[in-house]
């Protein structure tokens, strides 16, 4: 007796659950079509009659499938065929591709009677459109409908002809008394909400996105924020366990009674911030109690503030000084060996500053990188140092990658590079560019910076001779204070490397990637030519950073 293969053998009810997990399945947006949910169950169904009839028989399979990319056909069999196949069960509406900036006609059609006609069995909607202005006024009447069972909530709207107009026609934007889902949305979960249409009057209704089951809420809003209105919000989640806010500008609350306002957000473990304008901090961020484990990522891309007085500058870093040494105390406090990385990153210039250790990350950046005559951001740089060197880190953070700019004066950050890094003296290993090892030269004094310290990881951005010489004057120091680095790992970018003088650090163990292996040679061999790195660069080379 011939026997077929074991999968056609699977009970039923197993092989329901393997379909129905098929098309649960979320695919990113940049996935080939032939890994979506509706691909995979429509070629499957053509496997045999067996698994057809179970296909076809699943309504909550078929309902987990409506992806708006496979439905761009110009007549509506197919999109119908697929509806009516889902019968009564919940809704999975999808489309965030690329290819929905230019849809058939007559799927926005489509999506927009089912949006009217189906609403109640939506429980997850995810699409990105550009629509006419009549699409727009029955989006948002729909929008504002209650929703018994919508759990996730991601639109992105914005009109293909006017994203370039500074005036905003008024059948463009909801109604002024528009409250999302009429603030009845009780199983929803996820929000996120990114209009892009040059909204310059829409303003936020206090109710608006009040929905107290919500766990995690993601705004990007093209305009100015009114902090005192997100306040509101959020005090009506309690729930809310992750916040990503993109704005373009802050309106500071005016009321004194907000001063020491402070929702109640237990659960809150996850903060996201893009924001050109630091009043953010006193404004909105100053406000929020972190829980513990917090993890934050600020991002700031700053406009000039050569036009400023000092006052103001100071001002509005010390607001961010304060938030930042409360957010990541409460995040160090709650790091544990076993589940943090123990490394930090550190890039430092006159124009910038980034840190971040795991979920910890503040990113300042000037708006024009090339402005010389005023962003006054290195004071944000040695304010940011000093915040750090008043940071509890925790001491089993080994690893520090440091990363500082060439033809920048850094005269104004030494003394505060060199407290923060005194703060951290469980660094093993540290990740660095030549420019980094130079400024470590200048400004250690007679105590040992970073005592432990024993591996070196270079990068070699520059290869010029005069920029090699720069390792030596560090390695030197640490071995007359007694502290010798013993490893040095070189990150070989290509092109003829003369390490030579290196020879006369005895001991030192030199490491490289050459043909794809490892080499290494210990100075004081008696071979110093190994320490020529040919022009042997292999694509294979892992990158240490």
């Not at 990658?401 to 590079?417: A, E, I, K, N, V």
Request: hydrophobic share 40%; net charge negative.
């Amino acid at each position: 007796m011939k026997r077929g293969p074991l999968i056609y053998k699977l009970d039923e009810a197993i092989l329901r659950e393997i379909f129905s997990d098929a098309a649960a399945n979320k695919t990113p947006e940049w996935e080939i079509d032939d890994n979506i949910p509706l691909t995979v169950i429509h070629r499957a169904s053509q496997v045999c009659k067996e698994w057809r009839d179970i296909i076809l028989g699943s309504s909550s399979v078929w309902g987990q499938c409506m992806e708006l990319r496979l439905l761009n056909q110009t007549s509506d069999h197919w999109r119908d065929l697929i509806l009516e196949r889902t019968g009564e069960s919940m809704l999975t509406v999808t489309g965030t591709g690329t290819t929905l900036n230019r849809l058939e006609s007559s799927l926005i059609e489509f999506f927009l009677n089912l949006l009217n006609k189906h609403w109640k069995r939506i429980q997850e909607l995810s699409v990105s459109l550009m629509c006419s202005k009549s699409d727009n006024i029955r989006i948002w009447n729909t929008f504002s409908r209650p929703t018994e069972n919508l759990k996730i909530f991601s639109m992105k709207l914005w009109n293909d002809d006017d994203l370039e107009r500074e005036a905003v026609h008024t059948e463009e934007l909801p109604p002024p008394d528009f409250q999302l889902f009429s603030c009845h949305a009780p199983s929803l979960i996820r929000c996120c909400v990114q209009v892009q249409l040059p909204i310059e009057t829409l303003s936020w209704n206090t109710k608006l996105l009040s929905i107290s089951n919500l766990r995690e809420l993601d705004v990007f809003l093209p305009l100015d924020l009114k902090c005192r209105h997100l306040l509101d919000v959020l005090a009506h989640m309690p729930l809310l366990e992750k916040l990503r806010i993109y704005v373009r500008g802050i309106i500071r609350n005016q009321s004194d009674e907000l001063a020491s306002f402070r929702p109640h957000m237990p659960h809150l473990r996850n903060l996201s911030v893009t924001c050109p304008d630091l009043d953010i901090y006193p404004a909105l961020l100053d406000h929020v109690t972190p829980s513990g484990g917090y993890a934050f990522h600020l991002i700031h891309d700053l406009p000039d503030w050569s036009e400023l007085a000092i006052e103001t500058c100071l001002e509005k870093i010390g607001y961010l000084q304060h938030t930042l040494k409360c957010y990541a105390d409460s995040f160090l406090s709650h790091c544990e060996r076993e589940s943090f990385s123990g490394k930090i990153k550190l890039h430092v210039s006159n124009r910038g500053f980034m840190f971040r250790y795991c979920d910890c990350v503040v990113e300042i950046e000037p708006e024009d990188p090339d402005n010389e005559a005023g962003i006054r951001t290195y004071i944000i740089s040695a304010r940011l140092l000093d915040t750090m060197s008043m940071l509890h880190i925790p001491n089993f953070i080994t690893k520090l990658d440091l990363m500082l700019p060439w033809r920048q004066d850094l005269s104004h950050l030494s003394d505060s590079l060199y407290q923060a890094l005194k703060s951290i003296p469980s660094i093993v290993e540290l990740v660095a560019n030549m420019r980094a090892l130079l400024q470590l030269a200048l400004i250690t004094e007679s105590e040992i910076l970073l005592p432990r310290l024993q591996t070196i990881s270079l990068s070699l951005e520059h290869t010029r001779r005069g920029h090699m010489l720069c390792i030596l004057p560090f390695l030197v120091q640490r071995s007359n204070i007694g502290a010798p680095i013993k490893n040095l790992r070189i990150k070989h970018n290509g092109g003829n490397t003369d390490f030579r003088y290196l020879d006369a650090m005895v001991g030192l163990r030199v490491s490289w990637m050459e043909g794809g292996k490892m080499a290494e040679y210990v100075c004081g061999s008696g071979n110093e030519d190994r320490l020529i790195l040919l022009d042997t660069e292999d694509a294979t080379c892992p990158s240490i950073f």
